[in-house]
C-alpha cells in the first residue's frame, strides 16, 4: 500500500548511510571515507566512534522517547556524551494530517494531494562504547544491579532490561573498551507513573523468563529486578566450579526474581563464592549473534 511505502521511505535513512559507505569503499582507499555500520533499521555506527540513533513518529507511532537519552546530567547516561544534532518538527501528535510541502515533493513529480501524518524526527549521537553483550563474571551483573539502583533512587525505571541493552568488558583486556558494564537504550525508561507501551514485547532471546513488564501496564521498580534476573539466567557457573556453588548461583537467580531490591544479594554471592566466571553455551551465543545481525 501507498502507507507501507511511504513507511518503508521514512525508515531509509540509516539505509542512506549504509549507502554512504557502499559508495565510499568503491573510491581511492586514499582518501578518508567515514565507515558506517548499520546495526539496526534505526541506529548507525560512525568509524566506532559515533551511535547515532533516529526517532521517527511521522508515518507509525514510536513510544520511544529520546528525552529520556539527552537527561547527560544522569550518571548512568553522562558517560554517553548524547548530543542532538537534528530535530524536525512538524507537530506533537501523529494523529494530525496535512498536505505535503514544496520540500517534500519531488520535482518531476506533480503535486500530491495525499494527506500524511505529521510528526517528528529526531536524531541523537553518543559515544559509542567498545563492549560486549556477553557477561563474564558475577561481578558484572553486580555493576548492573548498581545502575539500577542510581536509576531508583531517582524514581526512574529502565522498562527494558535484557541482555542486548547492556554491555559488559571484554574478557581479553587486549581488545581494549570499557572497564566496567553498563547500561544502554533508555528508550522506554519513565517513572511509577508511566506504562508500557502497546506492543510492549512479552518475550526476549535473551533473557530466560517472559517479561515482568506488560503493555499498557503501570511501570513497577521491581519489573526492572525481575528482568535483571531473567538476563542472569542462561548463565552458568565455570565448570570448574563446585556443585555447592553452581547451587548457589541458581538460588541467586530465583531469589531474586521475588525479593527487590536485591542488589546486596549479588554482593552476599560474591562475599560467599567469589566474582566467579560465568559460561554461556556456545549454542546461545549464536542465537544471540544471529539476532543482533537480524535487529
Keep these: 500500500s501507498a ?13 542512506c548511510l549504509n549507502c554512504a559507505e557502499y559508495i565510499s569503499s568503491l573510491g581511492p582507499q586514499s582518501l578518508d571515507h567515514p565507515k558506517w555500520d548499520v546495526v539496526s533499521n534505526n541506529a548507525a555506527i560512525e568509524n566506532d566512534q559515533y551511535v547515532y540513533k533516529i526517532f521517527d513518529n ?5 513510544y520511544a522517547k529520546p528525552a529520556n537519552w539527552l537527561q547527560n546530567e544522569h550518571p548512568w547516561i553522562k558517560h554517553l556524551n548524547v548530543e542532538s544534532p537534528l530535530l524536525f518538527q512538524e507537530s506533537d501528535s501523529v494523529e494530525v494530517l496535512g498536505e505535503p ?5 519531488r520535482e518531476w513529480h506533480s503535486p500530491s494531494k495525499t494527506p500524511y501524518p505529521k510528526g517528528s524526527v529526531q536524531i541523537i549521537r553518543y559515544d559509542y562504547l567498545n563492549g560486549t553483550h556477553f557477561a563474564t563474571k558475577a561481578s558484572h551483573f553486580k555493576v548492573i544491579a548498581d545502575w539500577i539502583t542510581k536509576m531508583h533512587e531517582q524514581d526512574i525505571i529502565h522498562g527494558d532490561i535484557r541482555g542486548f541493552n547492556m554491555l559488559h568488558p571484554h574478557p581479553d583486556p587486549e581488545q581494549g573498551g570499557i572497564k566496567q558494564s553498563c547500561l544502554i537504550d533508555f528508550d522506554l525508561s519513565g517513572t511509577p507513573q508511566d506504562v508500557y507501551p502497546p506492543g510492549f514485547s512479552s518475550s526476549v532471546i535473551e533473557n530466560s523468563l517472559p ?3 506488560k503493555e499498557n501496564s503501570k511501570m513497577k521498580k521491581s519489573d526492572d529486578w525481575k ?4 538476563a542472569m539466567a542462561p548463565y552458568t557457573v565455570d565448570r570448574t566450579e563446585s ?4 547451587d548457589a548461583w541458581n538460588n541467586l537467580i ?3 526474581r521475588s525479593k527487590a531490591p536485591p542488589a546486596g544479594l549479588i554482593n552476599g554471592f560474591i562475599q560467599d563464592h567469589g566474582d566467579i566466571q560465568l559460561f554461556l553455551a556456545p549454542v546461545v551465543q549464536d542465537e544471540w549473534n544471529d539476532q543482533i545481525k537480524d535487529s
Aim: glycine share 6%; charged share 30%.
Design 101 to 105: 510541502t514544496k520540500k517534500r515533493q
Design 58 to 62: 511521522r508515518y507509525q507511532p514510536t
Design 254 to 256: 530465583k531469589l531474586m
Design 3 to 15: 502507507t507501507s511505502a511511504v513507511k518503508s521511505t521514512s525508515e531509509g535513512i540509516v539505509r
Design 243 to 246: 556443585k555447592k556453588t553452581s
Design 227 to 230: 528482568e535483571l534476573a531473567s
Design 211 to 213: 517479561r515482568a513488564g
